[in-house]
């Protein structure tokens, strides 16, 4: 099976020689875990080796993800404007109908600019559009949380699921999509999305003796062998360092 590095230090020991190309990989983790960093770090790794990459943000606009970044000096505008990275903003599935947005022109004056709602068809239509016009081969999804919100029957979010990685998959691109750990590791709450990718990375942390470590855990990677162990990871300037060899406790 084709591999390609993720681009995390230490973690392509983990799979064995990376994840297998042309996946769905699924990357959970609680708030502060790194979820955004890995995703972010899974591209800069391909456009290092000459991979073009999108992220789909549906948390946070692009903008204030880039902000929120510039501490691993990663120059991800410079990345953008050279095509090696390429940004979609559907922040705004996290308000279903149309939205107004106002423009100041003056203090006695303003135009306001309705713009149609975002669909899940509609995100579907215009990532597999940029991922052939702009010879994509990598893509997160930063988080699919925000998507499912707006199915709360389960019967209909599991239809949209389906739908949105058929979309993912028929692109060809080896794919990244973040999902949030809702309950603790021992008594979670196995999600959807997590039967659906061919892949499952969890990001934990834990508390042992008073100090918090993080752990990376690769439950589930379909086709190649790799380590399930608990294994430390931390962030540094560089991104997420993993730590192959180590044990957590």
């Given at each position: 099976m084709d591999r390609i590095l993720t681009g995390v230090k230490g973690l392509d020991d983990v799979l064995n020689g990376g994840l297998p190309k042309g996946r769905i990989i699924l990357v959970v983790g609680s708030p502060g875990s790194g979820k955004t960093t890995f995703a972010m770090q899974f591209l800069v790794g391909g456009a290092k080796t000459g991979e073009a990459g999108l992220y789909v943000s549906l948390d946070e606009k692009p903008?204030?993800?880039k902000e929120?970044?510039?501490s691993f000096n990663w120059n991800l505008d410079a990345l953008?404007?050279?095509g090696k990275i390429t940004f979609i903003d559907g922040t705004q599935l996290r308000r279903p109908g149309q939205r107004i947005i106002q423009d100041r022109i003056d203090?006695?004056?303003?135009?306001?600019l309705v713009l149609p709602e975002l669909t899940l068809g509609v995100l579907a239509r215009t990532?597999?559009?940029v991922a052939a016009e702009e010879n994509i081969q990598r893509i997160t999804i930063d988080p699919i949380t925000s998507l499912m919100l707006r199915y709360p029957?389960?019967?209909k979010r599991r239809k949209a699921m389906l739908l949105f990685f058929d979309a993912l998959e028929s692109t060809g691109c080896s794919c990244i999509v973040t999902s949030e750990l809702r309950t603790s590791m021992l008594d979670?709450?196995?999600q959807l999305e997590e039967y659906l990718s061919q892949g499952v990375i969890l990001l934990h942390t834990l508390i042992h003796d008073g100090n918090v470590i993080r752990a990376v855990q690769v439950e589930k990677m379909r086709g190649i062998s790799h380590d399930p162990q608990l294994r430390p990871y931390q962030i540094t300037q560089s991104g997420i360092d993993v730590y192959p060899k180590d044990k957590v406790y």
């Open positions: 903008e204030r993800v929120n970044l510039e953008e404007h050279e203090a006695e004056s303003s135009v306001s990532i597999r559009r029957e389960e019967a979670r709450d196995f």
